[in-house]
């Protein structure tokens, strides 16, 4: 048994130290916490106000004419005719551009492309997703225009969903 105290100077240096170098680590920590949170909202404002929205004229007539076979086919049995809603809910009407306001058409083309039709996921091809979105945005009420919707997703990000003003 040793009776000797052990030197304490040491590791009130230690503890000195590593309090410095914490409160150093936290507050780098609290920024990038901070404006990580802080960017999306600043983004989302942004394209709110002046990005591409759906009423900008964004896919062809064409397109939806395909989109209106196919979701015949495969997407009525469940979404009823003209996808106003069945067993599945509505792709048409207010409350459904209420609940996508704010989220973008590569966000309504990914759960399409990944969820859809519910009983045979996976199974659509992109220009198939992306002719039935057509078709979703006629029915909704929003005007075809020159310009093709493609199959590009960053390009879909950018195209903002929202109701008509
Ligand atoms: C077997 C039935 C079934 C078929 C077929 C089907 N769906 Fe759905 N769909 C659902 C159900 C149930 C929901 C609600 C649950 C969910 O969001 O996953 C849904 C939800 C959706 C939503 C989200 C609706 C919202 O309000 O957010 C979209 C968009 C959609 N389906 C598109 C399609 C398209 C396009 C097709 C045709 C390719 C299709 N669905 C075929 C059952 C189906």
Known sequence: MSTTPRPRNN??????IVGVLWSCASLLISTI????????????????????????????????RTGAQLGKSTCAQCHGDSLGGDSAPPLSGPDFLAAWTGKSLGDLYEKIQTTMPADAPGTLKP?????????????????ASDSRLEVDRPALNQIQIRGKR
Do not use: H, K, M, T
């Not at 590791?11 to 000195?16: K, T």
């Not at 949170?37 to 900008?56: F, K, M, T, Y």
């Open 11 to 16: 590791n009130w240096l230690a503890s000195i």
């Open 127 to 143: 220009q198939q997703s992306i002719d039935l979105l057509a078709y979703i945005l006629y029915l909704n009420e929003v005007p």
């Open 33 to 64: 916490v901070s404006q990580s949170r802080l960017e999306p909202v600043v983004l989302a404002a942004a394209g709110q106000s002046n990005g591409r929205s759906i009423w900008d004229g964004v896919y062809q007539d064409e397109q939806r």
